[in-house]
């Protein structure tokens, strides 16, 4: 099992060219890809409950009355808007993703270019990673970077600052391995390789 991962990763992942991703001069090692079926998954799912969340706003205000004695119209309409707007961010993320074919995690000589959603800060220089680690969010692993330094999150961008001061309250950059398409162990394990290599 092993061995196959390995092969896996060195004839599905090796990048030698240079330029990918958008990144110039810059020399990939490793690629995970996204799982497009997942995100077609996921698309499907959205769609559903943007469907219901808009259906349910649309319902008249004395209908509602009517139909639930737990929870007054207006929570309801409430809890409703930002169901929606949320799975509508979460859908314009997996979109993006469907639409750009080099979306995922790459393994560089300068750090780590996450690219798996409009989320991501997209390059982490390597001299600012400081070790790597596995945590659960509702039993789901992602790949933790604990960082050294987030200064240099300020200088990209309005995503980088807001990402600056989220990381104040976080324990580091965390990176969900369901979108991909290798295990979580997979990629763990080559991340951390490559960190402690550097």
Known sequence: ??????????TNYYLPLSGALGFQGVQLKYHFGIS????LIGFI???????FGVSTLLRPYTELLNATDKFHPI??????CLLVFL???VL????SILLNSNAGL???EEGIIDSSSIFSIGLIPQEHIGMVSTTYVNKKPMINLFLKSNDWLKSRGSKGKLLFYLLKYTSGYSIPSMPFKEEHSIIFEAV???VKKA
């Open 75 to 80: 929570v309801i309409y409430i809890v409703c």
């Open 106 to 108: 790459s393994l560089t």
């Open 192 to 194: 951390k390789a490559h």
């Open 1 to 10: 099992m092993v061995l196959f991962a390995s092969l896996s990763i060195i």
């Open 36 to 39: 497009k079926w997942k995100l």
């Open 45 to 51: 799912i959205c769609i559903a409950g943007i469907s």
């Open 92 to 95: 314009s993320s997996i979109v």
């Open 87 to 89: 799975l509508a961010l």
